[in-house]
């Protein structure tokens, strides 16, 4: 079979998925499922918990700056890029309305999904477990509804999707701005781990739990970025 060139990022024939994009997604979910596989999360939570619970669960720093100063910088980066949809700045000037409209859409879209997971699980957090001084037993996340006795409500990382919301803005950018893209790709996703390091330290989440996070908001900011390409592509026919 001959083999075809790759579609370029502005080739009006270019189909309205990317075979790499849709691998990728593929691949992450079998690693992260891997993660899962081998219970690595207890491993790495014993790094900071212990049977007296985790020592940083109050740490000021990782409260008052990554944890509450994060999370408001956040929301003001969504408002600004809100605003930036009808008065455009910096690097949305280069991109066209609906693209503008597809970063933003896709950041609300994986904070919604995010927190409706988060609401709907029934895992509780690291420092509710009773090896780290709490009530609950560990239950993986897989078994969806099964209660360990905790809170509940801790998967997956809602604080780690405070970076991880933005990844789908690199889909919007990829065809006009295919360097933004890459770099604004790498900065959410070294924010998101960033911030789920700081959780894990507290006790407050798994490892597991922010790498899913950034899955879902890969996968969310995909599937808006293929719907409205498909639309595109059919409004063109």
């Known amino acids: 079979m001959p ?4 579609a370029s990022f502005t080739d009006t024939r270019t189909p309205w998925y990317n075979p ?32 007296q ?19 408001n910088l956040g929301w003001v980066v969504v408002l600004a890029l809100s605003l930036g949809v009808w008065l455009p700045f910096g690097l ?11 970063l933003l859409v896709s950041i609300l879209a994986s904070l919604a999904v995010v ?22 037993e560990y239950v993986s996340h897989w078994r969806w509804g099964l209660h360990d006795g905790g809170a509940g409500h801790c998967f997956p990382a809602g604080h780690a999707a405070a970076g991880f919301s933005f990844v789908g803005g690199y889909f919007a950018l990829a065809r006009d701005t295919p ?23 507290r006790g407050a989440h798994y490892m ?15 599937a808006i970025d293929m719907g409205m390409a498909r639309r595109r592509s059919q409004a063109a026919d």
């Open 53 to 71: 619970g985790f020592a940083l669960r109050d740490d000021h720093f990782l409260v008052a700056y990554m944890h509450q100063g994060m999370r």
């Open 20 to 51: 790499r994009w849709l691998l990728a997604t593929v691949l992450s979910f079998l690693l992260i499922a891997l993660w899962d596989a081998f219970g690595q999360d207890l491993a790495l939570a014993h790094l900071w918990g212990t049977a």
């Open 115 to 136: 927190a409706i997971l988060k609401r709907s699980s029934a895992t509780s957090c690291p420092w509710d477990l009773s090896i780290f001084g709490g009530v609950a």
């Open 92 to 102: 949305l000037r280069k991109l066209p309305t609906a693209r503008r409209v597809q």
């Open 208 to 222: 597991s739990h922010t790498l899913w996070t950034a899955w879902l908001c890969w996968t969310a900011g995909l």
């Open 3 to 6: 083999s075809c060139p790759p």
């Open 179 to 201: 360097r933004a893209a890459r770099w604004w790709l790498a900065v959410a996703l070294a924010v998101g781990l960033l911030l789920g390091l700081g959780q894990q330290m």
